[in-house]
């Protein structure tokens, strides 16, 4: 299988960017020691608080799958509920 990167787009509700922010950063050093995570790299945009994005690469769609599975990822949208006006999420392979 070939490698899959994903680009993730979280749009926090209004006042809620500080505590988005805070639940996406505890999901970076666990997911980075996963298998096949190649990176997880969360960014924030300059000119918008509430907009991050996550551009991550794993080997392949199976390990990323394995990995929308694990339990940390239940846990923040447990404790996220709510708190997010928006999320999308494009699967891509890369080709140059």
């Not at 950063?25 to 996550?54: S, V």
């Not at 990995?67 to 447990?78: C, I, P, R, V």
Request: glycine letters at 4%.
């Amino acid at each position: 299988m070939s490698q899959l990167t994903i680009v993730a787009r979280i749009l926090a509700k209004e006042g809620k960017s500080s505590f988005i922010k805070e639940e996406l950063l505890k999901l970076i050093e666990i997911t980075r020691a996963e298998k096949g995570c190649i990176n997880y790299d969360l960014h924030h945009d300059n000119e918008n608080e509430n907009l991050f994005l996550f551009y991550e690469n794993w080997e392949n769609r199976e390990l990323w799958q394995q990995h929308m599975q694990n339990d940390h990822l239940a846990a923040y949208m447990k404790a996220t509920d709510g708190a997010v006006e928006s999320f999308e999420l494009n699967e891509m392979t890369p080709i140059g």
